[in-house]
Every structure is written in structure tokens, then in C-alpha cells.
């Protein structure tokens, strides 16, 4: 690779600070012109600083649920019991938070949905499977847009690793209890 000198230090002194500049998203003030260099890979280095910021200078962008088909599918509950309720694509159950409502979210944070994903939509009007009987209708907020059953805002609990399973049913968190959802959009008992 053949480095190319720049013809002085006050060049080399505007690259270093165009280059903190782009990296850092802030305009600096004048470059100074006190700076020397000894050869031309200072000017290389300033050339590489300025290419594109690294992953750490980047917000972390937060996963994007993925859009589904909600149906009716049968789940072992954490007593034991077995249900037909609200399933996702996966065959993954389908919850809401008691007292959580589009009027009055209560899961709509990090600290909720990192636990508890909305359960999403690429259209206005999301499809579902036979059997679901509830009114499923979109909530757009935050980016978002969330599928509802009855004005509940719905979501999958991340530690449901397999489908059939609904081991959030019943855990009390955010202000309410999470249940698992019947194919009608009550709270399964």
C-alpha cells in the first residue's frame, strides 16, 4: 500500500480534527497548526480515522420483532394443565398483562419488552388463523405495530425456548399478571 504525503502539518492537523470530528458526530473549532508529523503514515492514520465510526460508536438498535399469524394451538401451562390458546407462528403462546391496555400500556419499555416481545404486524389489518375469534386489530406506537385482541396489547415471553409451552402464564410483573390468551381474547384462568 503507498502512502501519500500531504503537503504540511496544517494539513495533517484538519485531517486529525475532520476525522474526530465525523467520529465523535460534533463540529470542532480551527485546527490548530502547532502539530507536526515525521512521515506520511500520521496522514494515513488520520485518512483511516476519519472511514466510519466503529460498532461501539453506534447506538445499539434494538431487535425488531418479527411479524406473525396468530391461530389456536394447545400449550402445557406451568401447572401442568393443557389449553387451547393464542399461538404465534412457532406455535409459541400468546400472552397479555392484565391491566395493560392501549389506553394505558404498562409493557412498553426495555425493561418489559426485552422479557415479553410484542407481538407484531406487517399490515393494517393482520391475518389470523381458523378459530381465532377475537377482535385482532394494530397498535401503532413507538415505531411499533403491535397486534391487539380486544384492545390488550399482546406479546410472546422470552422464556418459552419451545413451542406448546407457556411458562409465563401466571408470573405477576409490570403491574399486572401475564396469561396466556384464548382464541375468544380472554385471560386463560
Same mark, same amino acid.
Given at each position: ?5 500531504? *503537503?504540511g ?9 475532520l ?33 466510519? *465510526? ?6 445499539t ?5 418479527v411479524?406473525?399469524?396468530l391461530?389456536?394451538g394447545?400449550?402445557t ?11 404465534n407462528?412457532?406455535?409459541r ?11 394505558k400500556?404498562r ?6 419488552t ?7 404486524s ?6 389470523t388463523?381458523?378459530?381465532?375469534t ?9 415505531g411499533? =405495530? ?5 384492545g ?5 415471553f422470552?422464556? =418459552?425456548?419451545? =413451542?406448546?409451552t ?24
Open positions: 500500500m503507498r502512502t501519500r504525503r500531504l *503537503p502539518p496544517v494539513c495533517i492537523a484538519a485531517a486529525v480534527a476525522a474526530t470530528a465525523a467520529c465523535s458526530g460534533q463540529a470542532t473549532g480551527t485546527a490548530s497548526s502547532g502539530s507536526t508529523a515525521s512521515s506520511g503514515s500520521t496522514a494515513s492514520a488520520a485518512a483511516t480515522a476519519s472511514a466510519e *465510526p466503529s460498532a461501539t460508536d453506534s447506538p438498535a434494538a431487535a425488531k420483532p411479524p406473525t399469524v391461530t389456536v394447545t400449550v401451562l406451568t401447572s401442568g394443565g393443557k389449553k387451547s390458546v393464542l399461538v407462528d412457532k406455535g403462546a400468546v400472552y397479555l398483562l392484565t391491566g395493560d391496555t392501549t389506553g400500556p409493557c412498553v419499555k426495555d425493561g418489559c426485552s422479557f415479553w416481545a410484542p407481538v407484531t406487517s399490515t393494517a389489518t393482520p391475518k388463523g381458523s378459530g381465532v377475537g377482535k385482532v386489530a394494530v397498535w401503532h406506537h413507538d411499533i =405495530d403491535q397486534q391487539t385482541i380486544d390488550h396489547p399482546l406479546y410472546t422470552g422464556g =418459552d425456548k419451545s =413451542d406448546g407457556a411458562r409465563g402464564h401466571g408470573l405477576s410483573s409490570f403491574g399486572g399478571t401475564w396469561k396466556a390468551v384464548t382464541a375468544s381474547g380472554e385471560a386463560v384462568k
